[in-house]
């Protein structure tokens, strides 16, 4: 069988091949929070595309929207 491998298209796409490949490799180190792997990271990327996903779905009433960093009245 021929393989064709092509470079990962988008960041998310060359996270979830980097956790396929090695889930417990530290992906996030910081000095204040804990590691996080790639596993953990991609099942975080997916959780956070399927919200967006279904907040599409839902109706929003345009009237509560503003702008990000504009003051409430």
């Not at 396929?20 to 929070?33: C, G, H, K």
């Amino acid at each position: 069988m021929d393989w064709v491998v092509t470079a990962p298209s988008t960041i998310s796409d060359a996270i979830r091949v980097r956790a396929t490949l090695d889930p417990q490799r530290p992906a996030i180190v910081s000095t204040d929070l804990p590691t996080l792997t790639f596993g953990e990271l991609d099942c975080t990327i997916r959780q956070i595309g399927d919200e967006l996903k279904n907040a599409k779905r839902m109706d929003y009433e345009p009237s509560t929207w503003r702008r990000a960093g504009a003051r409430r009245s």
